[in-house]
């Protein structure tokens, strides 16, 4: 009778190691076309009900010490690093610092007098009006009617990236005189300079830096003893998977900007510690009242329409084969970065390269519908 009983359950178990080896190797297949000996590559995490279900390396993270990534690199995630801004300033709410629906002049009196008031919750949701980086500079000769059009001390175009500098100082006081691109509230336009602006706002109030801020109340509380905001151009960071894109003609040059202000991008990470984040969303204990400050996180900004869904704090919300998702990602110099979640699957997806070329997004959209298929193969 115990044998019969135990049928069941065995044929369960040998089912689920059957799915995790098929899905694993289904996951290496996709990855295999990076050179695992001479090319830059990924870090990926595959989360299911809490745990890493895959973690993998592929590929080098640095060619010139030909060190491979293992999974527990430290990369640059780009514009993923908004939701963690996002939630900074959703606490300073929560501690009554400030008022969401206040205009952002209110606190950084300094700005340039946009004629219309322009909320902290606009800043958020990208339909503030605020212009982007080419409000300061287009580059390579080009002008923008009303931008800025910074010069180099060469006196050619401001390039952004790695070859001008400013420092967060010198950047701030730039960004405080960009015009409105259009007046707020009309549309959704994606706004790194909003986003900047914010993490000054979360210093300005709190008298900390958004790097201290965030380790304090996000990244302490959570166990992510490997992320924080890299504000400083100068510091060794242990274990970090250095930035490449391809040249032309063939093989990869060095891509790592120069330029440390945070809060539209700037975060530092591991896929270990994007589980810790990751859990939160299910068992919440960043805040105060964490579930409620959760709730608001996750709640979209407007009904404006943003890349085919709504935008909530950092996070784009979108069907996906016929399932809800948050998903995120993000592009820069030698990065490119992808974190989405499924909660009806409970299902989350971390991968983090340093390879500015890679399709994050792609690679996302592939392993969800391997995961679903075999899950689900009827």
Same mark, same amino acid.
């Given at each position: 009778?115990?044998?019969?009983? #135990?049928?069941?359950?065995?044929?369960?178990? =040998?089912?689920?190691?059957?799915?995790?080896? $098929? !899905?694993? *190797?289904? %996951?290496?297949?996709?990855?295999?076309?990076?050179?695992?000996?001479?090319?830059?590559?990924?870090?990926?995490?595959?989360?299911?009900?809490?745990?890493?279900?895959?973690?993998?390396?592929?590929?080098?993270?640095?060619?010139?010490?030909?060190?491979?990534?293992?999974?527990?690199?430290?990369?640059?995630?780009?514009?993923?690093?908004?939701?963690?801004?996002?939630?900074?300033?959703?606490?300073?709410?929560?501690?009554?610092?400030?008022?969401?629906?206040?205009?952002?002049?209110?606190?950084?009196?300094?700005?340039?007098?946009?004629?219309?008031?322009?909320?902290?919750?606009?800043?958020?949701?990208?339909?503030?009006?605020?212009?982007?980086?080419?409000?300061?500079?287009?580059?390579?000769?080009?002008?923008?009617?009303?931008?800025?059009?910074?010069?180099?001390? #060469?006196?050619?175009?401001?390039?952004?990236? =790695?070859?001008?500098?400013?420092?967060?100082? $010198? !950047?701030? *006081?730039? %960004?405080?005189?960009?015009?409105?691109?259009?007046?707020?509230?009309?549309?959704?336009?994606?706004?790194?300079?909003?986003?900047?602006?914010?993490?000054?706002?979360?210093?300005?109030?709190?008298?900390?830096?958004?790097?201290?801020?965030?380790?304090?109340?996000?990244?302490?509380?959570?166990?992510?003893?490997?992320?924080?905001?890299?504000?400083?151009?100068?510091?060794?960071?242990?274990?970090?998977?250095?930035?490449?894109?391809?040249?032309?003609?063939?093989?990869?040059?060095?891509?790592?900007?120069?330029?440390?202000?945070?809060?539209?991008?700037?975060?530092?990470?591991?896929?270990?510690?994007?589980?810790?984040?990751?859990?939160?969303?299910?068992?919440?204990?960043?805040?105060?009242?964490?579930?409620?400050?959760?709730?608001?996180?996750?709640?979209?900004?407007?009904?404006?329409?943003?890349?085919?869904?709504?935008?909530?704090?950092?996070?784009?919300?979108?069907?996906?084969?016929?399932?809800?998702?948050?998903?995120?990602?993000?592009?820069?110099?030698?990065?490119?970065?992808?974190?989405?979640?499924?909660?009806?699957?409970?299902?989350?997806?971390?991968?983090?390269?340093?390879?500015?070329?890679?399709?994050?997004?792609?690679?996302?959209?592939?392993?969800?519908?391997?995961?679903?298929?075999?899950?689900?193969?009827?």
């Amino acid at each position: 009778m115990k044998i019969i009983l #135990a049928m069941p359950l065995l044929i369960a178990f =040998t089912s689920a190691i059957s799915f995790a080896n $098929e !899905f694993n *190797d289904n %996951v290496d297949a996709l990855f295999s076309s990076i050179d695992q000996s001479n090319a830059p590559g990924c870090n990926v995490g595959l989360i299911e009900n809490g745990e890493l279900i895959h973690k993998a390396g592929y590929g080098l993270a640095n060619m010139e010490l030909e060190v491979k990534l293992n999974g527990d690199n430290v990369h640059r995630i780009a514009s993923v690093s908004k939701q963690f801004t996002a939630m900074s300033v959703l606490l300073l709410a929560e501690e009554g610092l400030i008022d969401l629906q206040d205009d952002i002049r209110t606190y950084l009196p300094e700005l340039r007098h946009y004629r219309k008031r322009v909320t902290i919750n606009a800043m958020l949701g990208h339909i503030s009006g605020m212009a982007d980086y080419d409000y300061i500079s287009a580059g390579e000769g080009k002008r923008v009617r009303r931008g800025l059009n910074l010069r180099s001390v #060469a006196k050619g175009p401001f390039r952004l990236g =790695t070859e001008d500098y400013l420092s967060i100082e $010198e !950047f701030y *006081d730039v %960004v405080k005189k960009v015009r409105l691109r259009h007046k707020p509230e009309k549309k959704w336009q994606y706004s790194n300079l909003a986003y900047f602006l914010l993490s000054m706002l979360v210093e300005e109030v709190s008298g900390e830096s958004l790097r201290v801020y965030a380790d304090k109340r996000i990244f302490k509380p959570l166990g992510m003893k490997n992320t924080f905001f890299s504000d400083d151009s100068t510091e060794i960071v242990n274990n970090r998977a250095s930035g490449y894109k391809p040249k032309e003609g063939g093989g990869y040059q060095a891509d790592m900007t120069n330029l440390f202000w945070v809060g539209d991008g700037g975060l530092h990470t591991t896929v270990d510690d994007m589980l810790k984040w990751d859990q939160n969303f299910y068992n919440p204990i960043v805040g105060q009242n964490s579930e409620e400050l959760l709730a608001l996180f996750i709640q979209p900004n407007s009904q404006f329409e943003a890349n085919g869904g709504l935008y909530a704090n950092g996070q784009f919300l979108i069907d996906i084969f016929d399932r809800k998702a948050y998903i995120v990602g993000g592009q820069w110099k030698g990065v490119s970065a992808f974190y989405g979640r499924v909660p009806e699957e409970s299902f989350s997806m971390a991968i983090l390269c340093n390879d500015a070329s890679q399709n994050t997004f792609a690679y996302a959209n592939q392993i969800l519908a391997m995961y679903l298929q075999n899950k689900y193969p009827d």
